[in-house]
């Protein structure tokens, strides 16, 4: 390629900044989303590039496949053809690596172009759910899917078919697979209830070895390369076994070990005594001694919950590891210190959103598993905020309308905390919160010291103090159940609650007492509640089968689902300065938007390449400014482009990230 002087690019900028007339943006959308981060999710698997080892591959729940060509850096999605994004496994050819292998939970997929493009491969598997893969090193063509309830797949035309082998094997639930790298005619299938298997001919016949193996629940395998009958399995509840006889026997290797859920193995393919070890809860531990010993290494690892593992081949002092929401980490110290590395890599999911509503470019993102995020200049730019949070999965959050620097994060069984400096700190606030899985809040706005926290089992707490004491506040509650939560901003002594079983509470009396208001409410699974901040007799719920309305507090619903195509709603949002717009997320639908209080709804997913919604928020000051948080897809925010707009064109010089699809360019140059 020929190389154009910077000089001459920044003169030419010059030129063209002053020179150029301004140009329409004649393309131009009335609504478009676009992703805004932040960075992270949940990555069930890492594979490196064997050749190019600075080129890494994430497999996420919700956001498919990035790829890195920066050792992680910065992360593209290339899911172009990948029609179900909730990946479990993939898988690089070691010969070919622009050759690579995709299972998710509906079915394989495979790219000949190092990600850019996929196309399904499933020929003959009989079950979509892939969560294992692995290829034989020396014939490639050859490879082995391992599923959630069919056993073992076989294809030796690099996915182009598959035939079921498992003779032998009594237990279908496969989460594990490894082949022996020298005599790949030898495999291991780690299951999930009948310990492992071995088949020494390809797949042909399995036999269990599992002497010594008192734990049956195998997550990860990982194989010695130069002394492949040295063996480790990584079991649900038992923590590590090690074989050294190719799985003739096992021995328990824990010393060090306290926490025994081990979901990910690797092993330092140049030093083959020094392995490392993924926990749910206790982050990576790291043996020296070929597991006789264990030590955490956990130093900048923010999220303990570890799925997977890989090793830099070349320069194996650089590892990964991918995390249950808080996304990938690096490590080039042999894991003496860890930094997250998820520049681009949207796959968070997202379930709470709230901006403040004084300075409106501040906004907040609760996620499950990374915390909570926080973002000065309207998603622009994320910072993880979570210093005090011990609990990292928020499901739901609220901001104090008067001293919006005070918000509350409700968390999945860590209960709620407080923050009084922005996020900045974080303090736990559960003094009489009997039930810590938090799946609402909501915040008196005449009396913000006054708040209310729906939980999942334990109904609903009110709290008279800005959360430092709470109280059960359930008489005629009848469902324990509380999805959702709100507040008559006129009368707050009237709130509502929304149950996943009964429907939907009203109490006037602030908490004291409740009375189910479900007449016309033919769907009794409520998932989100908003109230019309002008008349707030008038009120929506979203359930699992659709939008409800009533105009009478409660007295009377209607079904308000025209044009509404999706009916599995998670979180509705009113317009606050012209109510009658409203906003629906769906399950799988996108956002529909109705200008006529429910009575039409359309869709407005244009760039929302996630439809899986939990959570919407509006920007209170600047209505048409709106947010939806995704399962697996982060934040997106709709750009509203006003037609007849005219822009100058102004070239920059600047430096710009690796390539990653492009034509089958593959690097930066």
């Known amino acids: 390629m020929r190389r154009v002087s910077l000089a001459w690019v920044v003169v030419l900028a010059l030129v063209l900044a002053v020179s150029w007339p301004a140009q329409p943006c004649a393309s131009a959308q009335a609504d478009t989303w676009v992703s805004i981060g932040p960075g992270g999710g949940r990555i069930y698997a890492v594979a490196i590039d064997p050749q190019t080892p600075t080129t890494l591959y994430a497999g996420t729940w919700g956001g498919g496949v990035f790829k890195s060509t920066d050792a992680g850096g910065t992360w593209a999605a290339v899911n172009t053809g990948l029609t179900n994004n909730d990946v479990r496994a993939i898988a690089v050819d070691p010969q070919t690596p622009a050759t690579l292998y995709a299972g998710t939970t509906g079915g394989l997929f495979k790219s000949t172009n190092a990600g850019c493009n996929w196309t399904a491969v499933n020929g003959g598997l009989t079950a979509m759910a892939v969560v294992a893969l692995a290829v034989d090193p020396q014939s490639p063509a050859t490879l082995y899917a391992g599923t959630y309830d069919s056993g073992v797949f076989e294809s030796t035309d690099a996915g182009g078919s598959w035939t079921a082998v498992n003779s032998g094997l009594t237990n279908m639930e496969v989460r594990a697979l490894a082949v022996d790298p020298q005599s790949p005619a030898t495999l291991y299938a780690g299951t999930s209830g009948g310990g492992v298997f071995q088949s020494t001919n390809a797949g042909g016949n399995w036999t269990a070895v599992n002497t010594g193996l008192t734990n049956m629940y195998v997550r990860a395998i990982a194989i010695d390369p130069q002394t492949p009958a040295t063996l480790y399995a990584g079991t649900a509840g038992g923590g590590v076994f090690k074989s050294t006889n190719a799985g003739g026997n096992w021995t328990a290797v824990n010393t060090g070990l306290p926490r025994m859920y081990v979901y990910a193995m690797a092993v330092d393919p140049q030093s083959p005594a020094t392995l490392y070890a993924g926990t749910w809860g206790g982050g990576v531990f790291q043996s020296t001694d070929a597991g006789e010993t264990w030590a955490a290494v956990n130093t900048g690892l923010t999220q303990m919950c570890v799925y997977a593992m890989v090793v830099d081949p070349h320069s194996p002092a650089t590892l990964y590891a991918g995390t249950d929401g808080g996304g990938v980490f690096k490590s080039t110290n042999a894991g003496g210190n860890w930094t997250a590395v998820n520049s681009g890599l949207t796959a968070l999911e997202v379930h709470a959103l709230v901006v403040d509503p004084q300075t409106p470019s501040r906004l907040y993102a609760g996620t499950s598993g990374g915390g909570v995020f926080r973002s000065t200049n309207a998603g622009g730019n994320w910072t993880a905020v979570n210093t005090g949070l011990t609990q990292m999965y928020v499901y739901a959050m609220a901001v104090d309308p008067r001293s919006p620097a005070t918000l509350y994060a409700g968390t999945s069984g860590g209960g709620v905390f407080q923050s009084t400096n922005a996020g900045e700190t974080w303090a736990a606030v559960n003094t009489g919160l009997t039930n810590r899985s938090v799946y609402a809040i909501a915040v008196d706005p005449q009396s913000p010291t006054t708040l209310y926290a729906g939980t999942n089992g334990g109904g609903v707490f009110r709290s008279t103090d800005a959360a430092g004491t709470w109280v059960a506040v359930n008489t005629g509650l009848t469902s324990m159940n509380v999805r959702a939560l709100a507040v008559d901003p006129q009368t707050p002594a009237t709130l509502y609650a929304g149950t996943c079983d009964s429907g939907v509470f009203e109490s006037t009396d602030a908490g004291e007492s409740w009375t189910a208001v479900n007449t016309g409410l ?74 006529n209080a429910g009575g039409s709804w359309a869709a407005v997913n244009t760039g929302l390449t996630n439809p899986y919604l939990w959570a919407i928020a509006i920007d209170p000051q600047t209505p048409a400014t709106l947010y939806a948080g995704t399962s697996g897809g982060g934040v997106f925010k709709l750009v509203r482009f006003h037609h007849n707009v005219y822009l100058p064109i102004v070239l920059r010089a600047f430096s710009t990230p690796p390539i990653v699809c492009n034509g089958g360019l593959q690097s930066g140059d």
């Open 522 to 595: 033919t769907n009794i699974e409520v998932r989100a509640l908003a109230v019309d901040p002008q008349t707030p007799a008038t009120l929506y719920a979203g359930t699992g089968g659709g939008v409800f309305q009533s105009t009478n507090a409660g007295g009377n619903w209607t079904a308000v689902n025209t044009g509404l195509t999706n009916p599995y709603l998670w979180a509705i949002a009113i317009d606050p300065q012209t109510p009658a717009t409203l906003y629906a997320g769906t399950d799988g639908g996108g956002v529909f938007k109705s200008t």
